[in-house]
């Protein structure tokens, strides 16, 4: 085993593999951060829109998280990348594919989980509101969200998680992630496995980071 061959190719390993600091559009942090902020923004409506009383809210809201929930992430990347070219007629690149992928893919996911934490919010505390004059608006933004929030942080840094993991799915299309990276450093040096060993190494340490920072929310915004 050479391990030298991490050192030689730490900063295009790191910097643009992880970062997505360099010549390539790429970087595992710079993809998966958007897809979570948007995905979770997404998500809310989605959520928000499996309980509409309307069923012409809830029903494509359901069609949706069905639809996504069932099939690969990896058939949802191939799908933008070969699909959606042809109907707009436009190159594409591959950061702009492999972020609308992950943003629609997740967000039926996380629409789930803004569903159940809604839903996990005591009755008495809607009554509550509507009983100090709170609009359905005003309920749903200052009461039930707040609380809603708190409880589905356990389930989101889960999700997050496997969203920054499954990242690695992007490099199938050529986009320049951190597997990607390791990918073309081990063509160029045949070092398989100090390079693949590397790799797994920062996904725990990132992934282990976002848990213990969601054990260190969860127990700042649960009362003593």
């Not at 309307?54 to 069609?63: D, F, K, L, Y």
């Not at 992928?101 to 997740?106: D, G, L, R, S």
Request: charged share 15%; glycine share 8%.
């Amino acid at each position: 085993m050479d391990f030298a061959v991490i050192l030689k190719n730490f900063d295009f390993l790191l910097l643009q593999g992880l970062l997505g600091f360099g010549n390539f559009v790429g970087g595992t942090l710079r993809l998966a951060l958007p897809a979570m902020v948007i995905g979770f923004i997404l998500g809310i409506f989605i959520g928000l829109g499996r309980l509409a009383r309307s069923a012409w809210i809830r029903v494509p809201a359901t069609v949706y998280v069905e639809l996504f929930r069932g099939v690969p992430l990896v058939m949802v990347i191939f799908w933008f990348w070969f699909i959606l070219p042809i109907i707009l007629r436009l190159p594409l690149p591959e950061y702009g594919i492999a972020l609308m992928a992950f943003v629609i893919f997740e967000a039926a996911y996380l629409g789930e989980i803004v569903r159940a934490g809604i839903q996990s919010v005591p009755r008495g505390q809607i009554e509550a509101a509507a009983s100090i004059g709170l609009s359905s608006a005003q309920t749903m933004g200052y009461v039930i969200l707040p609380q809603a929030l708190r409880n589905m942080i356990p389930a989101l840094v889960t999700q997050f998680i496997v969203l920054f993991k499954d990242t690695s799915l992007a490099s199938i299309i050529g986009y320049v992630d951190l597997t990607k990276a390791a990918q073309i450093v081990n063509n160029r040096e045949i070092r398989p496995f100090e390079l693949y060993l590397f790799i797994a190494v920062v996904y725990w340490l990132c992934t282990y980071a976002m848990s213990r920072y969601a054990h260190y929310l969860e127990r700042r915004l649960t009362p003593a």
